[in-house]
């Protein structure tokens, strides 16, 4: 099966507007029935920090919250990963998150998975 992995580096809550294209690559991968996965590095962990209200931003043109286009990838099955480092530097938990995470894992499990083979990696 082919496995697509996301990575949210500079995808994040400044920036609101540009933050819900990589869920449309994800939703859209998903219902092709690739594997997929999103890891969350950096600010980006921020987007899915359930009391943080500013993840439910409306995004123009659409006027469609933020939370809402995380919302559909994570109802086609897309698997949220939250980067170790990110977690600590915020000192979060599992808990912490919206709905969707699998796990935390660190830098060495997200290049082990980045390089197997039919593998594809998008960064935004």
Known sequence: MKRIIIQLWQA????????????FFA??????GMHVEVHVLGPSIEMFI?????RHSSIPPL????SEFID??????????ACSTAMRDRQLELKDL?????E???MVTMLERATQENTTVFTF
């Open 12 to 23: 994040n809550l400044s920036n609101p507007q540009l933050a819900a294209t990589p869920f």
């Open 27 to 32: 939703s859209a991968a998903a219902a092709m």
């Open 50 to 54: 359930e009391n943080n209200e500013q």
């Open 63 to 66: 006027n469609r919250k933020l």
């Open 72 to 81: 559909d990838a994570v109802r086609t099955g897309v698997q949220f990963y």
């Open 98 to 102: 919206t709905e969707g995470f699998g």
């Open 104 to 106: 935390i894992i660190g």
